[in-house]
């Protein structure tokens, strides 16, 4: 019996060690942008662009669907965790159509970056630009293509009392400060469908990361 606590000891110390180095080791996370910027060197940034996406949609669409009775029962998942659109991110719903992630999923990922690389690379930025002027306006760097177009994926993944969920993209604030605000003709539709104010939008980006709405398609 002795003995085979002392394994089980250790088979519990050796799990929780690689647990604590996977969560502490930076090298993911710096090596992701450093692929990414090398697809770039190669396709430059419309072929960035298009595997971003690709990336992202075929992620959304790897996880399993979900079905709800109800609005509520839909954001009780959500705020739960346990519906795809919060599987990767903590959020709250400050209405029954507006969500607020409160630390963007990719944080770490560019503090690491810049901790250890130095200044982020413009291709970063360049990328973004052109998913803004060909796709939808809204995205700050390249992370935000992933995560915007992986949330739109998700949501056709989700049916409401039969109905498919959309998303729609608000407010982004990235680490570094840099704010993007869905543009004036389409905000005020916006803060509408998430029943939010421009004063409580203010409200919400000083603390928070993204700002999003949901509703029934």
Known sequence: MIGEDTKASKRRGATSMRATAIESNPLVDVAAHLF????????????MNTYLMSLATSLARSMPEEEYDTWEDFLDALRAGDSILST????????????????????????????????????????????NATVKPGAIDTTCIIHQTFRNAAAERIRVGGRRVKCAQIATIHSDGTKKVAPDEWLPILLEKAGITRTQLNMFMRNNAIIWCIYPE
């Open 88 to 131: 990767f991110e903590t959020i709250f719903t400050p209405t029954d159509h507006c969500v607020v992630t409160t630390v963007n999923p990719f944080e770490r990922g560019w503090l690491e970056y810049t901790k250890r690389i130095g200044k982020y690379s413009r291709i970063h930025y360049d990328v973004a630009e052109y998913y």
């Open 36 to 47: 990414l910027e090398d697809i770039a060197d190669k396709q430059g940034a419309a072929g």
